[in-house]
């Protein structure tokens, strides 16, 4: 330990002290969200390894088969030799009994399972089809990545393209663009999507185009507003009188200087992208079954509801949840470490 | 005020008339309309004598003014599955998506609002972090997925209430949660971050220093001046929530015009489609127009911008 001249001595600080010091700086990073949405990117990216199913093919015999942990459920029911149909409910052939418990005689009462027991081969169970559900929403996290990835490409880029044009050039082709953005408001996109997939057919690249018309005018209406800023600084107007082209300072000195914003703007969209694929695959204008999309996974267990299976919708639904909430977090962290000024921004 | 009133007047114009201008043409785009109104058993006869009532011999530009013409006389022809005008379909279904929607509405302000505030005021606290959990469910929570966790847990699981259609005054409560739970997140984060700023300001320090007792200042001085940008965000409310009544009425099978759309959707049924798209768009023009006006009327500062 250093001396110290004025003759205090600075206690070296524990164990515990450090502990806390470093668990103060760890408590600010979004490490949870961090850490959720690098699961949906290794599930969606490594899923034929990590899946243990296939998850379009599944067997009928072992359909609607509730998550390991689950119990089933068990009725007593009375052995005859032959049954007809409306004693189904209450009674059991003897041949049926036998496989379960090999000392069945006719006249018994037995336990049989009206709902099979989970069982460590499907974790979380399987659908109507006999589809492992967990495998289904591993691979689901594929199309959700896909669709997000190159929505934010195509779109942000048409967004970030018109925003500098209208920032810049400002006047007519201002109003001309901002008036699309209100349009585009105005218009229930969704439906529009549905019109296109009826008439169209079912496919990715329907899906993304109106995600693209979605998402746009959002970066288009950020980098705008940054470029009236940008636009009026020495080194913008510096690199005017050097010469430099149009196309150059948009892109090289200005188009630089919205990128923080632009990451943020980024990532609250990404959610919102993955919101709406998933409602349009849940009101069937989705990606084509049997690939498995979390939205259409949803809507496959609406109706097995009622008969108490509930692991089929609830599954895919806790998965788009945690990654919206995890892009949420993470998007309100980046939000306020790289541009405070955007607090504002919903 | 004036200009502001033409100038928003002509944009809600502009965007009804491109709306109209992109449903004419995707209804093109989509095929002969003659192959939905008629039959395999229709003649040659037939198939002209319909193209000539519904216009499709005359050029493109003329059959979209007889469009424009029928829509502002308010007539969308005939709905092909209900064999009966359009708006008659429409107006039969529009009130039980006013209601949802209104409904809906009202809960995310009435939930939003005060838990804005209370986390805002009791900032750090339980109170707070409570907020912020609802406010994260509800945005990130996909709607149709809520309401069927809903449906199974308060109708299938404890029948507390109809788990679909619209029957007594009961079934309404889940549909309008679920339509309304994102926006309450939204004016609970909208409200709580204004509510932080405005209690910051000198003029509230002020009345704090003069002595004003700190229920006054919540609720007379800080609270005005939060209210602001959830009024903005209102208009936006009010059209997102017709977009969202599309899924929520079809998981609740509750009979508005967002299942109508779905069920003219699947039916191929066009002149109903169009007929509801029109009427949501004009719903939303509406209602973000009223809103504007209200707003530029409380705050100065829009008018002359």
């Known amino acids: 330990m250093a001396a110290n001249l004025s003759g205090i001595v600075i206690a070296p600080p524990t164990g515990r002290e450090k502990a806390a010091a470093i668990y103060r700086k760890l408590r600010r990073l979004p490490l949870l969200p961090v850490f959720l949405l690098s699961l949906v990117v290794v599930a969606g990216v490594f899923a034929p390894i990590l899946?243990?199913?296939?998850?379009?093919?599944?067997?009928?015999?072992?359909?609607?088969?509730?998550?390991?942990?689950?119990?089933?459920?068990?009725?007593?029911?009375?052995?005859?030799?032959?049954?007809?149909?409306?004693?189904?409910?209450?009674?059991?052939?003897?041949?049926?009994?036998l496989k379960v418990n090999p000392d069945a005689k006719i006249g018994d009462t037995i336990d049989i399972f009206t709902r099979p027991e989970g069982s460590t081969k499907f974790l979380l169970g399987t659908d109507h089809l006999g589809r492992d559900v967990l495998s289904r929403v591993i691979y689901g996290a594929r199309i959700?990545?896909?669709?997000?990835?190159?929505?934010?490409?195509?779109?942000?880029?048409?967004?970030?393209?018109?925003?500098?044009?209208?920032?810049?050039?400002?006047?007519?082709?201002?109003?001309?663009?901002?008036?699309?953005?209100?349009?585009?408001?105005?218009?229930?996109?969704?439906?529009?999507?549905?019109?296109?997939?009826?008439?169209?057919?079912?496919?990715?690249?329907?899906?993304?185009?109106?995600?693209?018309?979605?998402?746009?005018?959002?970066f288009a209406r950020q980098v705008r507003g940054e470029?009236?800023?940008?636009?009026?600084?020495?080194?913008?107007?510096?690199?005017?009188?050097?010469?430099?082209?149009?196309?150059?300072?948009?892109?090289?000195?200005?188009?630089?200087?919205?990128?923080?914003?632009?990451?943020?703007?980024?990532?609250?969209?990404?959610?919102?992208?993955?919101?709406?694929?998933?409602?349009?695959?849940?009101?069937?204008?989705?990606?084509?079954?049997?690939?498995?999309?979390?939205?259409?996974?949803?809507?496959?267990?609406?109706?097995?509801?009622a008969g108490g299976v509930w692991w089929i919708s609830t599954f895919p639904g806790v998965a788009i949840m945690v990654t919206v909430m995890s892009l949420n977090l993470f998007g309100d962290w980046l939000r306020d470490t790289l541009d405070p000024r955007l607090r504002q921004l919903e | 005020m004036q200009k502001y009133l033409v100038r928003r007047f002509l944009l809600a114009f502009v965007t009804l008339l491109s709306v109209s201008l992109i449903i004419f043409i995707m209804s093109r785009v989509s095929g002969d309309p003659r192959h939905i109104y008629l039959d395999d058993y229709s003649t040659q006869e037939d198939w002209d004598r319909m193209g000539e009532v519904l216009g499709l011999d005359k050029p493109?530009?003329?059959?979209?003014?007889?469009?424009?013409?029928?829509?502002?006389?308010?007539?969308?022809?005939?709905?092909?599955?209900?064999?009966?005008?359009?708006?008659?379909?429409v107006l039969e279904r529009a009130p039980a998506t006013l209601l949802l929607g209104s409904v809906a509405f009202s809960f995310s302000i009435l939930v939003g609002v005060p838990l804005g505030i209370l986390s805002a005021v009791k900032r750090g606290t339980f109170m707070d972090n409570f907020g912020k959990f609802i406010a994260l469910i509800g945005q990130s929570a996909p709607p149709f997925w809520l309401g069927i966790m809903l449906m199974f847990l308060f109708a299938v699981k404890l029948g507390m209430v109809p788990p679909y259609g619209k029957q007594d005054w009961n079934s309404i409560i889940l549909p309008a949660v679920t339509l309304g739970w994102y926006y309450a997140a939204a004016n609970l984060r909208l409200v709580r971050s204004a509510m932080l700023d405005v209690l910051d300001s000198?003029?509230?320090?002020?009345?704090?220093?003069?002595?004003?007792?700190?229920?006054?200042?919540?609720?007379?001085?800080?609270?005005?001046?939060?209210?602001?940008?959830?009024?903005?965000?209102?208009?936006?409310?009010?059209?997102?929530?017709?977009?969202?009544?599309?899924?929520?009425?079809?998981?609740?099978?509750?009979?508005?015009?967002?299942?109508?759309?779905?069920?003219?959707?699947?039916?191929?049924?066009?002149?109903?489609?169009?007929?509801?798209?029109?009427?949501?768009?004009l719903l939303y023009v509406t209602a973000a127009f009223v809103v504007d006006v209200l707003y530029a009327y409380v705050d100065p500062r829009i008018r002359y911008a």
Not at chain 2, 265 to 277: N, T
């Open chain 1, 51 to 97: 899946a243990p199913h296939d998850p379009e093919k599944g067997e009928l015999r072992e359909r609607n088969i509730p998550p390991a942990w689950s119990g089933g459920e068990k009725d007593q029911k009375l052995v005859v030799e032959r049954m007809s149909i409306n004693e189904r409910t209450t009674s059991v052939t003897l041949s049926d009994a």
């Open chain 1, 144 to 218: 959700s990545l896909l669709v997000s990835i190159v929505t934010l490409a195509v779109g942000g880029s048409i967004g970030v393209t018109m925003g500098l044009a209208a920032g810049w050039y400002g006047g007519v082709i201002d109003e001309f663009l901002m008036r699309l953005v209100d349009i585009k408001l105005a218009i229930p996109l969704i439906l529009i999507a549905l019109v296109l997939v009826i008439t169209l057919g079912q496919s990715l690249w329907i899906i993304v185009t109106v995600l693209c018309l979605f998402i746009w005018p959002r």
């Open chain 1, 227 to 305: 470029v009236l800023q940008l636009k009026h600084m020495d080194y913008v107007s510096l690199a005017k009188v050097s010469g430099a082209s149009t196309a150059r300072i948009l892109f090289i000195h200005i188009f630089p200087g919205t990128i923080n914003t632009l990451i943020v703007v980024a990532t609250l969209q990404v959610g919102i992208v993955i919101l709406l694929e998933s409602t349009l695959s849940f009101l069937g204008a989705g990606v084509p079954p049997p690939t498995p999309a979390w939205g259409s996974m949803v809507s496959d267990g609406r109706d097995k509801l």
């Open chain 2, 60 to 89: 493109y530009y003329e059959q979209y003014g007889m469009f424009l013409k029928g829509a502002v006389k308010g007539d969308f022809g005939e709905s092909v599955r209900e064999a009966r005008p359009v708006v008659d379909v």
């Open chain 2, 202 to 281: 000198e003029y509230i320090k002020l009345a704090r220093a003069k002595g004003v007792n700190s229920r006054t200042i919540i609720l007379k001085h800080a609270f005005r001046n939060a209210l602001i940008p959830p009024l903005t965000f209102a208009g936006v409310t009010l059209g997102a929530l017709v977009t969202g009544s599309l899924v929520v009425e079809t998981v609740f099978a509750w009979p508005g015009l967002g299942r109508l759309a779905i069920e003219a959707l699947f039916a191929f049924d066009y002149p109903l489609l169009q007929g509801v798209v029109i009427t949501f768009t």
